[in-house]
């Protein structure tokens, strides 16, 4: 991801550390533990060559790389549907090919939809990319909807129109990145209320040039996290200590679930940053959370 990328020269003069608490997330979490919490971690893809004699082992088939995947991870940011409206063979395919019953696929809404359409006669594109991703069937994770960076504050009322259209019975996500929507208090008290009445979650997007989006409101007792490292330089050690002290007040409180997506500029280098934060997670909350393991063979982990 190149959203907020920053020169690795500069890093250590950023302040990483987590805002503060909102107020907000008392109104939304009962202050005890969900009865099952979990969390999901996952990358962006699992067509990663790179990945070869070490997540994946030595010799294994390109058409065999999602069913690996999902040994290592319960859970994939799917950007493959931001670009077109496969269909639900595609999706039923994919589904069947993983062998993990918690997995879950979590579509990126088109673009044509998102950045195209202005929220406007979008109702046709919608139904058909819904209709589409219900093959994914028992592995079909929350939605997720991406706005572009040019989106403001001023379409709010396109935007809320929009969402409110959206089925209650699936779970979705929202992703801003117009610095107004956080920037001006109006506007981001508007936007989380009418998330949290719509019982829809908005992102949290951690990336070290656009601090503004590390929002850190729930509008839903369910979040979402886009962590985008560094390549593992010592901040992204440090932001993944911050994130599990977060999130496990999160989970004291009543969080339900979590769903952590690793981004990297080097991608090569997510399962090791998955490692580590997974690892810290079961250590500070006691869940079970599946993470990767490396094969040897590559000297290069």
Known sequence: MQFGRQDLSVLNNIDFKLPAEPAFNRGVLPGRPAAQPVIRMGATSWNRKDWLGGVFPKGT?????????????????????H?????????????????????????????SISHYSNL???????????????????TLGPVFMQMSESFSPARKDLLFTYL?????DLRFFLELRHPDWFADPHH??????????????????DTAGRRDVVHMHLPVPRAMIR?????????????????????????????EDAYIFMHMHDDIAVPEMAIYLADKLEAATGLKIRKPYIHRENTLF
């Not at 670009?83 to 579509?107: D, L, M, Q, S």
């Not at 981001?188 to 997007?205: E, P, Q, S, V």
């Open 61 to 81: 088939k390109e058409k065999d790389f999602l069913q690996e995947y999902s040994k290592h991870f319960s859970s994939v940011e799917l950007n493959a549907t």
């Open 83 to 111: 670009y077109k409206i496969y269909p639900p063979e595609t999706f039923r395919g994919w589904a069947e090919k993983v062998g993990n019953p918690e997995f879950r696929f979590c579509p990126k809404l088109p673009q």
């Open 120 to 138: 406007v006669n979008a109702k046709d594109q919608t139904d058909a990319f819904l209709e589409s991703i219900l093959a994914f069937e028992g």
């Open 164 to 168: 409110a259209s959206l089925p209650r």
């Open 188 to 205: 981001a008290t508007a936007l989380y209320n009418n998330l949290r009445n719509l019982g829809m979650g908005l992102i949290i997007t």
């Open 227 to 255: 962590f985008v490292g560094n390549s593992l330089h010592p901040t992204d050690y440090q932001r993944a200590d911050d994130w599990v002290n977060r999130l496990a007040f999160w989970l004291a409180n009543g969080l």
